[in-house]
């Protein structure tokens, strides 16, 4: 069986970490693009420590070809510029009776 097609999907920009600095900080210098891919956006609040209470935070589930370069340590670049993270390991889910698996699965949480 064929992966799931998503023709109407985007194009993602994956930005991987290189060398990491002294300070733990990493210069991302690595990109390629994955896709396309189904990316429905939606939004929620979350609670925060500071005097405005809450803040707008952005949950993006990502559907993409099975055989993506993706992992969790990855940043992504949306169409329209938008730099996230991904926040959970990319899951592969896979038909029990015939092996077959539709595409990858991960999740994006926007940088704020």
């Known amino acids: 069986m064929a992966d799931m097609d998503f023709a109407a999907g985007s194009m993602l920009t994956v930005e991987r970490g290189g060398e990491i600095d002294p300070h733990g900080d990493s210069e991302y210098f690595f990109t390629h693009d994955i896709g396309p891919c189904d990316v429905p956006q939606t939004s929620s609040t979350t609670p925060s ?64």
């Open 49 to 112: 420590s500071d005097e405005a209470g809450r803040r707008a935070v952005s949950a993006i589930q990502v559907r993409g070809p099975v055989d993506s370069d993706i992992r969790k340590s990855d940043r992504v670049r949306l169409p329209n510029g938008v730099l996230c993270t991904v926040s959970s390991e990319p899951t592969i889910p896979k038909n029990p009776f015939t092996g077959w698996s539709p595409f990858v699965y991960f999740n994006l949480t926007a940088v704020t």
